[in-house]
């Protein structure tokens, strides 16, 4: 079983996420207050954590590669380092790019998602330094099938043996379409800025790279369940994600 996933995001009109980009608001609008709006509605949720790609997690990955003399411990095996009460902070880095340096992103522990086939030395490393990990259980198959089957697999683990229940999606676009596609998001929670990108191919909120035939929601349908006119021309929309009726 899944922790609960609860896709939350901010996005332009158009729904693109590169905030730089995104038109001004109207005169008269403070927009710092618009900007804290994200973090206001997502303690709502009483998340244990929020989870994000590799890309994202650049930001707070500060380390460099080390070779690390390996533990007396079998590094195959999933680690739970000290979260300490801490929230956590989840990175899909299938291929164990990013380096850490520490534990934590912004104060929330880290808990790596990894493929088997990473080395020892990297698992070694992320052990020196204290970041939790797991394993897909796929040693490197790239199909989008496989992809959504690794998720999935993951998913489980961050419940059954890291006790996680409930998690907020925070993208990127590529991430949460994936997540989309394996059919692994509870409920979507979106912040509309009043403002508008407006350019073909900017990043958006579900970015899924598939095959032109293929229909990464196919199956999932949107029920609303909650809706905030907020003070300087922000919306939010709060919406289930149910399995379609059947024959749709």
């Known amino acids: 079983m899944h922790p609960k996933i609860i896709c939350h995001m901010v996005s332009s009109v158009d729904g693109r996420l590169l905030v730089d980009r995104w038109a001004k608001p109207a005169a008269g609008i403070d927009e710092t207050l618009l900007h804290g709006y994200y973090n206001q509605i997502s303690s709502r949720f009483h998340a244990d954590g929020w989870m994000v790609g590799r890309t994202t997690m650049e930001d707070y990955a500060k380390g460099t590669a080390r070779k690390i003399e390996k533990p007396m411990i079998d590094l195959r095996e999933p680690f739970i380092g000290n979260r300490n009460g801490r929230a956590v902070a989840v990175v899909i880095d299938l291929h164990g ?29 992320l052990h020196h330094d204290g970041v939790s990990y797991l394993f897909t259980a796929s040693k490197g198959d790239e199909g989008n099938e496989s992809q959504s089957r690794e998720l999935q697999y993951a998913m489980n683990v961050l419940s059954d043996t890291f006790g996680i229940k409930t998690l907020l999606l925070e993208g ?10 394996a059919g692994l998001i509870d409920e979507i929670s979106l912040l ?5 990108d407006g350019l073909a191919g900017v990043p958006s909120i579900f970015n899924y790279l598939g095959k032109a035939n293929e229909r990464p929601a196919e199956g999932q349908s949107l029920r609303l369940i909650g809706t905030e006119f907020l003070e300087g021309g922000m919306v939010w929309l709060h919406y289930a994600v149910e399995k379609s009726p059947s024959g749709q």
């Open 97 to 125: 790019k990013l380096h850490y340096g520490q534990d934590h992103a912004d104060g929330d522990h880290i808990i790596a998602v990894l493929r088997e086939n990473v080395s020892d030395d990297y698992l070694a490393e």
């Open 172 to 181: 990127g676009g590529m991430t949460n379409g994936f997540f989309l596609k």
């Open 192 to 196: 509309v800025y009043p403002g508008i």
